[in-house]
């Protein structure tokens, strides 16, 4: 199975701060990752797909790179909206998702 | 609007069989642009992707779970179901239904379309 591992569990920003999550794959995956914002209570929403590429309606603060084992999100300057927990997933071989990373009010 | 509603009992007795259906509107699971899945997160914790069901009935599970799940689609119905056997405490969790966007060439892994998720206790 191929295990995600992200980075860190938690951080603690204020808004208009860029943020940066690691996520790495325990073997190459390619670029076959996606990462989903989570807020309480709520199912996950989908950000970006194939390590870079914006969903359709994700405001452009939101950037992911990456490819094979390494890969980061990137919050160019932190909304109010975006405090939430943020997920990567692989879907190269089956899927897994990362454990998480809450983004907190500083 | 495309909408996914899970249904499904809320408490089940440890070793006995979780079952739930994803009942879709406004599109349909015999499309050949998507494949029809189940994710789950227990209290507190991340998300599990469970496995998930083509268009054309071929099923992929997580390795994992593979000897205790079952998802199966009825497209008279427009509703694909999960059964997990031989419960357990750890498989207490928001189960949630998701539709896969389905691309030429390329995994159907991601999830544009989720639902709102259901509780599952498993407890005697």
């Known amino acids: 199975d191929i295990q995600m591992t992200q980075s860190p569990s938690t951080l603690s920003a204020s808004v208009g701060d860029r943020v940066t999550i690691t996520c790495r794959a325990s073997q190459s995956i390619r670029y076959w990752l996606a990462w989903y914002q989570q807020k309480p209570g709520k199912a996950p929403n989908l950000l970006i797909y194939k390590a870079s590429i914006l969903e359709s309606g994700v405001p452009s603060r939101f950037s992911g790179s990456g490819s094979g084992t390494e890969f980061t999100l990137t919050i160019s300057r932190l909304q109010p909206d975006d405090f939430a927990t943020y997920y990567c997933?692989?879907?190269?071989?089956?899927?897994?998702f990362g454990g998480g990373t809450k983004v907190e009010i500083k | 609007q495309l909408q996914l509603q899970e249904s499904g009992p809320g408490l089940v007795k440890p070793s006995e069989t979780l079952s739930l259906t994803c009942t879709v509107s406004?599109?349909?699971?015999?499309?050949?642009?998507?494949?029809w899945g189940w994710i789950r997160q227990p209290p507190g914790k991340g998300l599990e992707w469970i496995g998930s069901i083509s268009y054309s009935g071929n099923t992929f599970y997580i390795p994992s779970l593979k000897s205790r799940v079952t998802i199966s689609g009825d497209t008279s119905r427009n509703q694909f179901s999960l059964k997990l056997s031989s419960v357990t405490a750890a498989d207490t969790a928001v189960y949630y239904c998701a539709r896969h966007p389905a691309k030429r060439g390329e995994p159907a892994g991601t999830v544009d379309y989720w639902g709102q998720g259901t509780l599952v206790i498993v407890s005697s």
């Open positions: 997933q692989q879907y190269f071989s089956y899927s897994t």
């Open positions: 406004g599109g349909s699971i015999s499309s050949s642009s998507y494949y």
